[in-house]
């Protein structure tokens, strides 16, 4: 019989930063419990080295099906399991999305966590409780950069429903001596970044046009700015935050911020493009200076109706309370990301630009 350290039940698992944590933890000596949604494809593929047979015991690794919008599921879960420490990284996750599922994401990003939250109450265990809210909730930004004082101005769906996931949690801790934080992260990326968020989509797009499988990239705005992170990083600081004397909120961030634009030059710059734009708005292009090959075009179908212009955090409580601080800034992690893109494909990436 293997001797865990402790039980830990992560809602999310198969999303990017679900997968990571379940390595960190299982790493660190624990049994992992996972929540996944039934899918008519498999939705597992984030987490296929960690996974075992079902029919194999003690596992480190064992999978439950499970839905947010199920409170029923998530009480017999929580019930079954009876985990030290309970991660709620399940969401409806994509902001454009957000505003053409309105209901559905506050049903899954809000009442999702209530209905959570009620499970944990409601078993009576002593359960430690991380919730995963969002940079997006500061919105359109009423200081910069952004700490844990800041006010809240979302401008989405998905942040409105951040907004009251943040507050519940807070509400409970406060009402029912509960150990619940709640992690404020700004944007973190890695290779298994969904592919429709922004770092991975220009990341991909540039690989593929520069190896011929890609004619052109479609993006919306591209003066946006955001602070950048490594997911790998980031699930670190949730851990930190259930391991301290006392519950607490924390702002996770680089402390840099770079726009989309800077984002796809970088990553051009590394495939060997040097990127020219031209043009005003819709119309606007982005070409290779050498070669005067279109890269980039836009599409309005990815401007969203309200956008979040500017975000940059501010995480020195977090360095003074948890001692975490972020060790991957921008360029390293778009390099990362983009030697990635090359190994994923079979493909040497210092080879292939030398
Ligand atoms: P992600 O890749 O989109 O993963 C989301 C996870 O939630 C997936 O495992 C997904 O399952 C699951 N999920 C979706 N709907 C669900 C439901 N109804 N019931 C149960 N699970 C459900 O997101 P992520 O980037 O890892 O982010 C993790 C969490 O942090 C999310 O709550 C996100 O909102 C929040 N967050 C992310 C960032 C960031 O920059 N990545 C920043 C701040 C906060 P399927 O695989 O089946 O879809
Ligand atoms: O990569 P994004 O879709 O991320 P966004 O909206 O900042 O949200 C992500 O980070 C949040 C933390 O702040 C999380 F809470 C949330 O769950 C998610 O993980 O877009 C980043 C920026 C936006 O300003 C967007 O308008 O990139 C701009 N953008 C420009 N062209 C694009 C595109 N975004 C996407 N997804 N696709 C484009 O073609």
Redesign the pocket.
Known sequence: MTRYIKKALI????????SYLADFLIEKGYQVHG???R?SSF?TGRIEHIYQDPHEEDKKLVLHYG???DGSSLHNIIKNVSPDEVYN?????HVRVSFDIPEYTVD?DAL?TLRLLNAVKDSGLPIRFYQ????EMFGKVLETPQKETTPFNPQSPYACAKVFSHFICKNYRDSYKMFIANGI?F??ESPRR?KTFVTKKVTEGLVNILLGKQEILYLGNLDSKRDWGY?KDYVEAMWFMLQQDMPDDYVIATGETHSVRELVEYTASLLGYEIEWKGNGLEEIGFDKKSGRELIAIDSKYYRPAEVDLLLGDATKAKEKLGWETKTKFKDLILLMVQEEFKEKGLDFNEYIK
């Open positions: 809602i999310g698992i198969t999303g990017q930063d679900g929540i996944i949604r899918s939705n839905d947010l919008s990284l399940g969401a409806q996750s899954v999702g995963a809210g969002s940079s992260l944007n973190h969904g997911a």
